[in-house]
């Protein structure tokens, strides 16, 4: 069986090739994966959907473009959310590059005809106070004071001039925090010093490397979490408004059952080639 | 000078820093938070020199015409013009749409995000060269990270033992795991930190 | 039966226009009692911590607070600033502000400020007595911490103890480690095969525990080439970490005796990019062809593309770090790998010195405290005992 | 297909790195030193106005303020500039002579960080972990919980003997530092999994930047 041998010595390029087409051919489909919705995105879900018209939310993103492909549908499907359901919405982020991004995705969900029918206001509806230095300390201090945190918002309004900030002073008056997270400082730091401190709710969507390790604090620290893509596109499911994350599960699906496939093949390759040798 | 003083400088700071932690009083505090400042201000200097060597050595490739000088010479005019821009007095060059933001935007970006998006390949590979159950090790290692990786694919009825199984291995022997792991390597950390602050531990500094 | 149902009528029109009158009359709730402010412990000096007893009306009763709002004045007489509120069923706030004079929320220590607490309803008020004058100052000792200092001081008995034990040539056993018995057999097959062997510190910094630990296995590989005269390479990351790198294989080849042999440039800066450092490393991989690659120290993202490159490249590899998300893909693609505390360990294996392993013992008999306190604690805890968890509750 | 120049640029660039993976070619190699070189500007740029400005030259420049101003000194302000001073020392490494002052400002580094961490690791590693094992085995009235908190703590027990160093794995010793290594096993196959999905992720959103944004052939 040379055959065998030669599988098992197969140059990287082929997988590659395979990887590639797995990956983009679903692109061009139309069809969906099923997917199903677990506990953790459903438990985020319905915390923001009982949340009564007029609730103040806080969403921190911390995040760079690095990391955009997972949390940016989670971002885009939760501001939807929350502006379809009339909350109050206020941005930070703790990465440099986290409001440039939640501005992308304020940008995307404003061309849906739906919630540009509502006529949102910027200070009125929603505020982006922007990037602050100093990791968990930040958090820490807007514990006692949000104003005195961020003097001013992105754009240099001074905070305590928007109306939208006239009735928050700290965690007290935010009924809901959501934070995007791909690191240091994120959701751990959230859940110690916000959720511990603070008894701020919290929920949060990580990426897929890092999502695991917030399990441990569910659910009484943390409501729940969405991991990677596919927690996007859960998000996306319970919303019943499909967008950028489901399509992309295809993609996912298939490229995963490729490697699945070549794990296969490696090892039936190895037990055949092996099994040979102790024959001979 | 050269030897004495670095170490007494080591020990000296250490200490402090460790005590400062059960002292809560503000002349305590405000010293720390100054030693973090300064932390970040030398590490700031630091990179200096980091860009001062990258220079150099591209300088020298150029110079010697060692193989491939030519994409030194790209790396000096990348790096250059990203300064002149990036510092070019009476403009803030960090706000959106800026031209050193659209350098970044367009060039920085997606370099970045297509090296990463390598990884996908090359995990591919790895995952076809490595995970042969040839061990109990190996095939623990195999069985776990497709029992992980089967969540993203429609199992029909058997999706849903699939989760199952997916949602106990992050929760229980993930954590338990990660735990043992955590704490040896905060023992680990703590012994070297106790090992460079006695001035046992020393080659960082290099020797004469 | 008219005059029944009279009297009834009038009996409830008088229960609703008392009724009605009932709230307007007594809406006030109930003030809180036994105010108490005191200096806030294990602080800076600038914060006062208020309790009271909870208002009759909260949560009973009439059940009409809605919040407490918390004042404070310099004198008992004096204005009484609103400092904070919390919400009903609270019963504690901490009045804490800034320690620079400059800032608007300044807190003064040493000086004497008075509390009362308000109970409030929808409308209405009512507020408590006076507390008596309380000041705030700093504290020396942070009492939420003293299972810290514990651990800190006998971590360092044990750690000094063994090493003193180390020096006076007590043999001290340790188990063998498969990656570290392969270093000199990696060591071997490099000069064997006339082929350089890459060391690699990883993309941390030079004050990181993983690059500090490298250094120290560096300076022993780096002793073992100039025995055997094979060339090391060194792509550094980090330009203070190549610096100490440099001292650090000059100082090994001249404790092997072949100083002459030491080339400084091949322990040299490739840049502080993480891929294009990875880009750099992966074309010295394919052009040097290296027998032997070792990764030790901090890895993120590119610890696959290398290890990936160098088993093309048909390198031995070794790798080691305290990365947790990356040590799986070492395992994948790397021949030995240092899981985590290994690598922390590795160099007191390889130098065999008395204080090293006198330290790597303290290690383990910490482990030894953990596992029986995890024991115990468990069984506690399921006896519902929670003074073991009391004990590891750290303050921050 | 798109009409912008940045998105052909970035299409260009895209394309170039991702030749690497047939081979090593001119075109990556232009690509990645344009990389080496424009990264290495950037965060030069973000940390000249990030740290240095705010931390150095604004202190400073009130310190300086404050002496000519109202002739006093401002200790906590001048002090940032001691910071740059070791700051500027580090650079002496660049000169062979007295390249061994930077040892000073490295020896400050060394010494604070392994002060902080010293208790940074004792605390959060080992005492918080220790902390969230200390669990009831016993749940009542749940099976499911108790078999699985039993396992956790095992789990964790078996680890931590895997990672003694004082006695070789043999007997009833070796048999728990082999259950804590077939747990640590599962933990890397788990992680490993999971960072499948986010690799994909991004190789998706690559992919359909090129066949989406660039090339206008989706939707």
Same mark, same amino acid.
């Given at each position: 069986?040379?055959? $065998? ?9 082929? @997988? ?9 051919? &679903? ?11 677990? &506990? ?37 499907? $939760? ?33 849906? &005809? ?56 700290n965690f007290d008056?935010?009924?809901? @925090? ?19 401190r603070f008894q ?81 | ?40 201000? *030398? ?125 106990? *291995? ?39 | ?8 009528? #009038? ?18 709730p109930?003030?809180p009692?036994e105010i108490k ?12 911590t208020v309790i009271w007893k909870l208002s009759?009306d909260d949560g ?5 607070v809605v919040a407490y709002e918390i ?12 400092r904070g509120m919390v919400p009903v069923g609270e019963n504690l706030f901490e009045d ?19 509390y009362?607490v308000r109970a409030k309803?929808?409308?209405?008020? #009512?507020?408590s ?13 942070? /009492? ?60 941390? #910094? ?152 006198? /330290? ?37 | ?10 299409? =260009? ?16 190699? =232009? ?17 000249? =106005? ?137 933990? =890397? ?31």
């Open positions: 069986m040379k055959f $065998f041998d030669r599988l098992l010595a197969i140059d990287r390029r082929i @997988i590659f090739l395979f990887v590639i087409i797995a990956v983009t051919l &679903p692109l061009f489909s139309k069809a969906t994966l099923h997917i199903e919705v677990s &506990p953790m995105v459903k438990a985020v879900y319905d915390a923001v959907d009982n949340l009564p018209p007029g609730s103040k939310v806080l969403v921190s993103f911390d995040y760079d473009p690095a990391s955009a492909p997972e949390l940016q549908p989670m971002a885009l499907s $939760f501001f939807r959310h929350c502006f379809s359901k009339d909350l109050k919405v206020v941005i930070i982020g703790l990465w440099p590059q986290g409001p440039v991004q939640a501005n992308i995705a304020l940008e995307d969900v404003f061309r849906d &005809p739906e919630i540009k029918a509502k006529n949102l206001k910027y200070g009125v509806d929603y505020v982006n106070l922007g990037y602050m230095a100093g990791n968990e300390v930040v958090i820490q201090s807007m514990g006692s004071n949000i104003h005195t945190t961020f003097p001013a918002d992105y754009t240099g309004n001074r905070t305590s001039e928007l109306p939208l900030m006239k009735g928050i002073k008056n935010i009924d809901f @925090i959501y934070n995007l997270s791909a690191g240091y400082p994120g959701t751990m730091e959230w859940v110690q010093f916000a959720v511990d701020a709710k919290l929920g949060a969507g990580n990426t897929a490397v890092q999502a695991p390790g917030m399990y441990p604090y569910i659910p009484e620290q943390l409501v729940g979490v969405l991991g990677g893509m596919k927690g996007g596109a859960e998000y996306e499911i319970i919303a019943k408004r499909p967008a950028r994350a489901v399509s992309y599960m295809l993609s996912q699906g298939v490229s995963h059952a490729v490697i699945i496939f070549f794990i296969i093949i490696g090892n039936l390759a190895f037990f055949v080639t092996r099994g040979k040798k102790k024959t001979s | 000078m050269r030897k004495t003083l670095p170490f007494a400088l080591v020990t000296g700071v250490g200490f402090f820093m460790l005590v400062q932690y059960f002292i809560p009083r503000e002349e305590f505090e405000i010293v720390y938070e100054w030693s973090l400042d300064w932390i970040i201000v *030398i590490g700031c200097f630091a990179m200096l020199l980091g860009l001062w060597s990258l220079t150099m050595a591209s300088v020298h490739k150029v110079q010697r015409k060692t193989p491939g000088w030519g994409y030194s010479i790209i790396t000096l005019a990348g790096l250059f013009f990203m300064l002149f821009v990036g510092l070019y007095p009476g403009q803030a060059s960090l706000v959106r749409g800026s031209i050193f933001m659209l350098l970044f935007e367009y060039i920085y970006i997606p370099i970045q995000a297509t090296m990463f998006s390598l990884l996908a390949f090359y995990i591919a590979s790895a995952a076809y060269r490595a995970f042969r159950a040839r061990t109990v090790l190996a095939t623990i290692l195999l069985l776990s990270a497709v029992i992980i990786m089967l969540r993203l694919i429609p199992l029909g009825p058997l999706s849903a033992i699939n989760q199952w199984l997916a949602n106990f *291995i992050l929760t229980v022997p993930n954590m338990a795991a990660k735990r043992a792991f955590w704490i040896g390597v905060g023992l680990g950390a703590t012994a070297t930190a106790l090992k460079i602050m006695l001035g046992i531990e020393r080659t960082y500094m290099g020797r004469d | 039966m008219k005059k029944i149902k009279s009297i009834l009528f #009038s009996f409830f029109l008088l229960l609703f226009l008392f009724n009605l009158s009932f709230p307007q009359e007594s809406s006030d109930r003030p009692t402010a005191f200096d806030t412990p294990n602080d800076n000096g600038h914060a006062i009759a009973k009763v009439k059940n009409n004042l404070r004045s310099d004198s008992p007489e004096g204005e009484f600033e609103i804490k502000g800034a320690k620079e004079k400059k800032d608007k929320n300044y807190f003064p220590s040493h000086k004497n400020f008075y009362k309803a929808d409308k209405t008020f #009512s507020e007595e006076v507390s008596k004058p309380a000041f705030a100052y700093g504290q020396w000792y942070h /009492t939420g911490k003293t299972t810290v200092l514990a651990g800190v001081i006998v971590f360092s008995v044990f750690a000094l103890a063994f090493i003193n034990l180390a020096k006076k040539g007590k043999e001290l056993y340790i188990r063998p480690l498969a990656g570290i018995e392969a270093v000199d057999e990696a060591i071997g097959r490099a000069t064997e095969m006339g082929k350089p062997i890459l060391y690699i510190l990883g993309l941390g #910094s030079a004050e990181m525990i993983a690059t500090i630990a490298s250094f120290t296995i560096l300076s022993r590989v780096a002793k073992k080439t100039a025995e055997y005269q094979t060339p090391i390479l060194v792509p550094c990351y980090d330009a203070v970490v190549m610096a100490v790198a440099q001292e650090t294989v000059r100082a090994a080849y001249l404790e092997a005796g072949r100083p002459d042999f030491y080339k400084e440039e091949n322990i040299f800066f490739v840049t502080s990019m993480q891929f294009a450092y990875v880009a750099g490393v992966n074309g010295i991989m394919l052009r040097e062809k290296p027998a032997t690659n070792f990764y030790l120290g901090k890895f993120y993202a590119e610890s696959l593309i290398l290890a990936e490159t160098g088993s093309v490249a048909g390198s031995i590899q070794i790798s080691g770090t305290d990365e947790i998300a990356q040590i799986p893909f070492f395992i994948a693609a790397t021949d030995y790998t240092l899981i985590g505390e290994e690598l922390y360990a590795a160099s007191a294996y390889l130098g065999k010195e008395p204080v090293l392993l006198g /330290t790597l013992k303290a290690q383990d008999w910490g482990k030894a405290v953990v596992i029986i306190s995890l024991i115990l604690g468990a069984l506690a805890a399921s006896f519902g005992f929670q003074f073991f968890l009391n004990l590891f509750r750290v303050q921050l | 297909m798109s009409t912008s120049i940045g998105v052909w640029i970035a299409a =260009f660039l895209t394309l170039g790195i991702m030749s690497f993976l047939y081979k090593d070619n001119p075109i990556y190699k =232009f690509c990645e030193a344009v990389f080496v070189g424009v990264s290495a500007g950037y965060w030069f740029v973000v940390e000249f =106005f990030n740290v240095f400005l705010p931390k150095v030259y604004d202190n400073v420049g009130i310190a300086v303020n404050v002496l000519l101003v109202q002739g006093r000194v401002d200790w906590f302000h001048w002090s940032y500039l001691l910071g740059g001073i070791l700051g500027v020392l580090m650079l002496l490494r660049l000169v062979p002579k007295i390249g061994w002052i930077s040892r000073w400002p490295l020896a400050v580094v060394v010494g604070t960080t392994a002060g902080l961490w010293l208790i940074n690791y004792l605390v959060s590693n080992a005492m918080r972990q220790i902390q969230s094992t200390i669990i009831p085995l016993y749940v009542a009235g749940d099976l499911n919980a108790t078999i699985g908190s039993i396992i956790l703590v095992v789990g964790t027990f078996c680890g931590l003997i895997y990672f003694f160093f004082s006695k070789e794995h043999k007997g009833a010793f070796g048999g728990a530092a082999k259950i804590g290594i077939w747990f640590i096993m599962i933990t =890397f196959g788990a992680s490993f999994g999971y960072t499948v999905m986010s690799r994909m992720s991004l190789l998706i959103a690559r992919m359909d930047f090129l066949v989406g944004t660039w090339l206008g052939l989706i939707r």
